[in-house]
């Protein structure tokens, strides 16, 4: 059943539902991206994890946190071709979880592998420093980094007012990209995650959300 806004749902962020999406968002990417992988390459499914700490006034708070991404590998040798990370919220709101992500990143790149980030959170700060100056506002960004150019990030965005992008999605440089259509994906992982009855009525928002008072204006008349 089509999600309640045109793009991502901010609602997701609450930490009850989002490390279900994550999951399913990863799952559904995997499910999307395996049939149009020619018989050259394979996927798979990688994990990490890490601890974050959050001090509050005498006692400090641990928290683990258990993410997973994608790999598309040559068939023949192995290698690493490209990487499919979904950002998380502890990723921008951790110092434990950006320093994982930022590894997970850089290993890729150590490799000449192609890199693509979909970022669909509002809170915290993007983990990967690079010029957002000239990027349209937007709440939802997807930045592909080409395994032969790392210094170059090819940007789509979107709000959640709008759809969410389609974008090339890099495979060997002898081959052509694949057209990767994230709210196709978006669509699935919503779906797989049975988040229609449970965003069906608008909760709070989560308090870190970053959204505009026109937005969430705009938020609130899509739910009258």
């Given at each position: 059943?089509?999600?309640?806004?045109?793009?991502?749902?901010?609602?997701?962020?609450?930490?009850?539902?989002?490390?279900?999406?994550?999951?399913?968002?990863?799952?559904?990417?995997?499910?999307?991206?395996?049939?149009?992988?020619?018989?050259?390459?394979?996927?798979?499914?990688?994990?990490?994890?890490?601890?974050?700490?959050?001090?509050?006034?005498t006692s400090v708070t641990r928290e683990t946190h258990a993410e997973?991404?994608?790999?598309?590998?040559?068939?023949?040798?192995?290698?690493?071709?490209?990487?499919?990370?979904?950002?998380?919220?502890?990723?921008?709101?951790?110092?434990?979880?950006?320093?994982?992500?930022?590894?997970?990143?850089?290993?890729?790149?150590?490799?000449?592998?192609?890199?693509?980030?979909?970022?669909?959170?509002?809170?915290?700060?993007?983990?990967?420093?690079?010029?957002?100056?000239?990027?349209?506002?937007?709440?939802?960004?997807?930045?592909?980094?080409?395994?032969?150019?790392?210094?170059?990030?090819?940007?789509?965005?979107?709000?959640?007012?709008?759809?969410?992008?389609?974008?090339?999605?890099?495979?060997?440089?002898?081959?052509?990209?694949?057209?990767?259509?994230?709210?196709?994906?978006?669509?699935?992982?919503?779906?797989?995650?049975?988040?229609?009855?449970?965003?069906?009525?608008?909760?709070?928002?989560?308090?870190?959300?970053?959204?505009?008072?026109?937005?969430?204006?705009?938020?609130?008349?899509?739910?009258?």
């Open positions: 059943m089509p999600t309640p806004l045109p793009g991502m749902n901010p609602y997701l962020e609450d930490a009850k539902h989002w490390p279900v999406f994550h999951k399913q968002m990863i799952a559904a990417t995997y499910q999307v991206l395996l049939p149009g992988l020619v018989d050259r390459y394979r996927a798979r499914i990688v994990g990490r994890s890490y601890t974050s700490e959050l001090v509050l006034f997973e991404w994608i790999e598309i590998r040559s068939r023949i040798d192995g290698r690493l071709i490209t990487l499919v990370d979904v950002v998380s919220i502890a990723n921008r709101t951790t110092a434990a979880g950006q320093k994982a992500y930022l590894a997970t990143r850089e290993e890729a790149l150590n490799q000449r592998a192609n890199v693509v980030e979909i970022d669909l959170v509002t809170q915290g700060k993007p983990p990967v420093i690079m010029d957002r100056t000239k990027l349209p506002a937007s709440h939802s960004t997807v930045s592909v980094t080409r395994g032969n150019h790392p210094d170059r990030h090819e940007i789509y965005t979107s709000t959640i007012q709008k759809r969410l992008p389609k974008f090339k999605l890099p495979l060997a440089s002898d081959d052509r990209d694949t057209v990767y259509d994230l709210q196709q994906v978006y669509q699935r992982a919503y779906d797989l995650g049975g988040f229609e009855a449970v965003l069906q009525q608008p909760l709070a928002l989560p308090p870190d959300v970053k959204l505009s008072a026109e937005d969430l204006t705009w938020l609130a008349e899509q739910f009258e």
